[in-house]
């Protein structure tokens, strides 16, 4: 805190018994921050478990070699992973459903 007081953002900061604090308008702007990053975050894991959940299921006794050989899921993962970008762009997780 004392960084941004000595860097001429005072409106950031305020004194509180003898300290510096976050000022509530930079509390609520970091929470925002923090807010979007955990959405990204879920969207991201959402799609990449998905993905490659989808991916193992139907992967082909070629693509197994091929990623003996060169350590990595084929370029075909990214069209299950676009697949499911698309549909939450669009729907989120509205048509999202467990099976029994």
Do not use: C
């Not at 693509?63 to 729907?91: A, D, G, S, T």
């Amino acid at each position: 805190m004392k960084i941004a007081k000595d860097n001429g953002f005072n409106d950031l900061v305020e004194k509180f018994h003898g300290g510096l604090l976050p000022t509530d308008e930079l509390s609520e702007l970091e929470e925002e921050v923090m807010d979007e990053y955990d959405d990204d975050t879920f969207w991201h894991e959402l799609t990449t478990r998905l993905g490659r959940r989808d991916f193992w299921r139907t992967v082909t006794p070629e693509e197994k070699k091929e990623m003996k050989k060169q350590n990595w899921l084929p370029e075909r993962v990214h069209e299950i992973y676009e697949k499911y970008e698309k549909e939450f762009e669009e729907n989120g997780i509205e048509r999202l459903e467990i099976k029994n």
